[in-house]
């Protein structure tokens, strides 16, 4: 058995023989090992060879084994325990270089525990470059009454969910902690622009 955290990256190595990694139907039962994702690879028998790498993205226990010949039989199965990851869009906020002024309205607002607590958020996150687009002294006049506007406006930026660039689509509309919704565009060039504002950078997990 291991234990990983997730988008953690699991190799496996050939210490020879003929082996696979198969984390799909169990070679035992017959029955689907009901992983939360399923996977499986080709044979090798190459020794010192890479028989399979996955990276687990989604938190649980996955079963697998060798589906070759009598392995499986014989006790070749594992087992790996993805524990969920702890960051919070907040600590991706602080992590960024782009985003220092996000962080200091964050803070003011008294935001911070709503957005470290059960997820998962998606922040669609003004960078330091948009805040400095705005009118000269509008920041500051939100900063001097932060739980107000300023959390509105912020919390208009977030969505109770996961929101890949994946999972949108052209017209789509995402309902915000505020009450709010924003409307997804896709542009013929494959741009993405939430209301009025490119995605510049997407997929921050």
């Known amino acids: 058995q291991l234990t990983i955290e997730q988008g953690d990256v699991v190799v496996w190595i050939n210490n020879g023989g003929f082996h696979d990694v198969n984390g799909d139907t169990n070679t035992i039962t017959g029955e689907s090992f009901g ?7 080709p044979a090798t028998s190459e020794v010192g060879a890479e028989i399979f790498s996955y990276t687990f993205n989604i938190p649980g226990t996955y079963n697998y084994d060798c589906s070759v010949g009598q392995h499986a039989a014989n006790g070749m199965v594992g087992q790996i325990v993805v524990n969920a990851s702890q960051t919070t869009v907040v600590d991706v906020i602080v992590g960024s270089d782009d985003h220092n002024t996000l962080e200091t309205a964050v803070v003011a607002a008294g935001l ?3 957005l470290s607590g059960e997820g998962p958020f998606t922040v669609f996150a003004p960078t ?5 687009a705005l009118p000269e002294g509008t920041l500051e006049t939100l ?3 932060p739980t107000g506007d300023l ?3 912020l919390l208009h930026h977030v969505y109770a969910g996961n929101a ?10 995402i309902p915000t902690l505020l009450g709010t919704s924003l409307t997804v565009s896709i542009e013929m060039s494959g741009a ?6 490119m995605v510049t950078v997407a997929n921050i997990e």
């Open 164 to 173: 890949l660039s994946t999972d949108l689509s052209d017209g789509m509309m």
């Open 151 to 153: 959390a509105n406006i």
């Open 143 to 145: 900063l001097e009454n």
């Open 35 to 41: 992983n939360p994702e399923s996977f499986d690879s």
């Open 112 to 114: 911070v525990d709503v």
């Open 128 to 132: 330091d470059s948009a805040f400095g």
């Open 192 to 197: 993405v622009m939430i209301e009025n504002s």
